[in-house]
């Protein structure tokens, strides 16, 4: 195999995986981004007088 052939392929290899990474990177920032505005959203939503008070009837 010819070494010129042999470094563009592994040239291009690297380049995928670098690619490859900040792709996952990025997908992986949307996602802790997606998860903080749902914990911020659950807790906007909670009635703060939930579970104070407890009515019985006999």
Excluded: Y
């Amino acid at each position: 195999m010819d070494i010129a052939a042999m470094s563009t392929a592994l040239s291009q290899a690297s380049l995928s995986q670098a690619v490859g990474i900040k792709v996952l990177n990025m997908a992986k920032g949307q996602a802790e981004q997606q998860s903080q505005q749902f914990v911020q959203m659950m807790n906007a939503s909670l009635d703060p007088n939930l579970g104070k008070h407890l009515d019985l009837r006999v």
